[in-house]
């Protein structure tokens, strides 16, 4: 029997970025015969013609999966719901799919995963703007020293993990966990891998020093350590 992952992809307004993000996950995974995969997307409320494209690929593709929320809900909740359908006893990964992180890496790193194991794709390298990165390194720095290590610098929610660690986050209760910490802490055997995070190509960044996301994600991370 093969293994199999689901790769969870919330997004708002990702027209641009839609049809490349499936076309490289479903070539990526033909290099393996052994592993297979479910691809759900979470559309958190778009206005653009995100969903009308993920509904025409599904047609030929029966791996993708669309959930569309019937209004705003942010990215915490928008993840929490894509576990609620995830297949039982799959292996979970959860990116964005604006393209700055690699999916070429899901199945790459999946092929030749370690029972209980968790892979944390970490960025030695980020092509975003100076005020970005000098938000996340001030960011991280601070979350790693109040965890005491425990929260990895340069790593975000980008990551696999096994289907024992799923069902754990699927009873999560929290409503704006912090999703690095939160798989972290449930994994009993972790892997780190480096990649460049590469700048946005297509449509507009989500971040700004104004936006929510952020600010919500840094703060419930100081929560878990209070």
């Not at 047609?59 to 669309?66: C, F, G, H, T």
């Not at 005020?131 to 990895?152: M, P």
Request: charged residues 25%.
């Amino acid at each position: 029997m093969k293994k199999k992952i689901s790769i969870i992809a919330t997004f708002r307004n990702e027209e641009e970025c839609i049809n490349k993000f499936i076309t490289r996950i479903k070539n990526s995974f033909e290099n393996y015969n052994h592993i297979d995969y479910e691809l759900i997307f979470i559309d958190d409320f778009s206005n653009d013609l995100s969903n009308d494209l993920i509904k025409k690929a599904h047609i030929k593709n029966k791996k993708i999966k669309l959930i569309t929320l019937k209004k705003r809900y942010g990215h915490n909740l928008s993840l929490q719901t894509g576990f609620d359908f995830v297949s039982k006893n799959n292996y979970v990964a959860v990116i964005d799919c604006d393209l700055q992180d690699r999916p070429e890496l899901i199945a790459k790193n999946f092929a030749k995963i370690k029972k209980e194991q968790t892979i944390h794709f970490v960025r030695k390298k980020r092509e975003d703007s100076f005020f970005q990165r000098f938000y996340t390194n001030i960011a991280y720095l601070v979350l790693h020293f109040i965890s005491e290590g425990k929260i990895i610098k340069n790593a975000g929610y980008f990551k696999i993990i096994p289907p024992s660690v799923v069902e754990k986050v699927k009873k999560n209760t929290e409503s704006n966990p912090y999703w690095n910490y939160l798989f972290t802490k449930h994994s009993t055997l972790n892997k780190i891998v480096y990649y460049v995070r590469k700048k946005r190509i297509y449509g507009s960044s989500k971040f700004s020093i104004v936006t929510l996301n952020q600010w919500v994600t840094f703060f419930s991370g100081i929560y878990f350590f209070r």
